[in-house]
């Protein structure tokens, strides 16, 4: 077994079966007749207290009394052990949040040396979109007829979906490759072993086209689903087809976000299971099942706060570019101050989202393949 869980500790082959059926890929202690039996659900996870040997009529150890632990380990379950930012047992909300901070706080020289000159080419680009291909809002006199009114909204829209398509493809292609070197560090962190910046390059690069295409598919797939929802009150017109539009929108909404949180263990399944996008697909509706609420509560509560620290890290950014440059006019000097402020938020923030998405993968699999059993033993053999 690879002593790494960015290689095949999380990517062992998965339990298509949890019915005390061997989970494939697994090793254990061998059987006396030389045999090795795999683990199943059936065995206490690694570092709980179980029964002593011989059942439930054999005699307790002397000062002891029935079903309590061994007295040096107290009332409570034994602490887990934990090499790396996270303890190997199934994990709270707030451990998988401090752990993505923990991450970053241990290992910033390789997380940073990852997120911040990326973050600096795609807030560069971005400026030169905003500068020459933003759209401004039609000016319109009063008395504007309706076409014109009509011709104005056009451009408008066309000169949008312009400025977003290149932005939205500079934002995707940055969040897929700091994702995966990212994927790469995290994963490392949990057996408390670092990385460098080329070696998790040397790891992620072959993953790097299935991850691309996975990240447009997913919200390409979605569009698509709003846009056929919607369709028929588009087509309708009228009041009617507005009503019915948006009962097709909200319907849509709700499917996406399911559809999204069903699939949001897909990038680190593709990453550490080594798998095709297909494959990684099944793989994270099969570890969020059962876990939807818990999976989606996490990943909103990450999201928001995401936004407020980004928001709190902009101010500043904003107000010095209004002083400097006396408006919001979309000048050099304005974009060029809040181009460093996005610098700083997308430098600290890539970080966190990518450690939320992979300890809540490993979260899954522990708590529904046994993860910790096979983490422990790699921790066990690699040191710190």
Not at 312 to 330: H, M, Q, S
């Amino acid at each position: 077994m690879n002593d790494t869980p960015g290689r095949n500790t999380p990517g062992s082959a998965p339990s298509d079966g949890q019915d005390g059926s061997a989970i494939p890929g697994q090793p254990s202690a061998p059987e006396p007749d030389g045999s090795g039996p795999q683990w199943s659900k059936d065995q206490p996870p690694a570092g709980r207290w179980s029964p002593p040997p011989g059942g439930p009529n054999r005699p307790p150890a002397s000062g002891r009394a029935w079903g309590n632990p061994p007295p040096q380990r107290g009332y409570g379950a034994p602490a887990a052990p934990k090499p790396g930012v996270i303890p190997l047992r199934p994990l709270g909300v707030g451990e998988i949040l401090d752990a993505a901070v923990q991450t970053l706080r241990r290992y910033w020289r390789t997380a940073l040396a990852v997120t911040v000159p990326v973050a600096v080419v795609t807030q560069v680009a971005l400026v030169f979109v905003q500068r020459y291909l933003s759209a401004e809002l039609p000016d319109l006199h009063a008395d504007a007829s309706p076409t014109e009114q009509l011709e104005a909204a056009s451009a408008y829209l066309r000169a949008s979906v312009t400025e977003l398509a290149p932005t939205m493809l500079v934002s995707v292609a940055a969040s897929v490759f700091t994702s995966a070197l990212l994927t790469v560090v995290v994963s490392r962190a949990i057996l408390g072993r670092s990385v460098t910046v080329s070696e998790a390059w040397r790891e992620a690069s072959p993953r790097l086209p299935q991850l691309l295409v996975l990240s447009l598919a997913l919200p390409l797939g979605a569009g698509v689903l709003a846009f056929v929802a919607m369709l028929p009150g588009l087509l309708l017109g009228g009041a009617g087809g507005a009503t019915l539009a948006f009962l097709g929108g909200t319907a849509a909404f709700v499917a996406i976000v399911w559809l999204l949180i069903r699939f949001g263990l897909a990038s680190p399944a593709l990453m550490l299971e080594r798998q095709g996008i297909v494959a990684a697909l099944k793989r994270s509706a099969k570890l969020v099942d059962g876990s939807w609420w818990r999976v989606f509560g996490i990943t909103l509560l990450t999201q928001l706060l995401i936004m407020i620290f980004t928001m709190l890290l902009t101010i500043p950014f904003t107000a010095i570019a209004f002083a400097v440059d006396g408006g919001f006019e979309l000048t050099w000097t304005y974009l060029s101050i809040m181009a460093v402020g996005g610098i700083v938020t997308s430098a600290l923030t890539y970080p966190i989202a990518a450690g939320v998405s992979v300890f809540l993968y490993v979260d899954q699999r522990i708590r529904r393949e046994a993860l910790d059993l096979e983490l422990t033993k790699a921790a066990a053999g690699t040191g710190d």
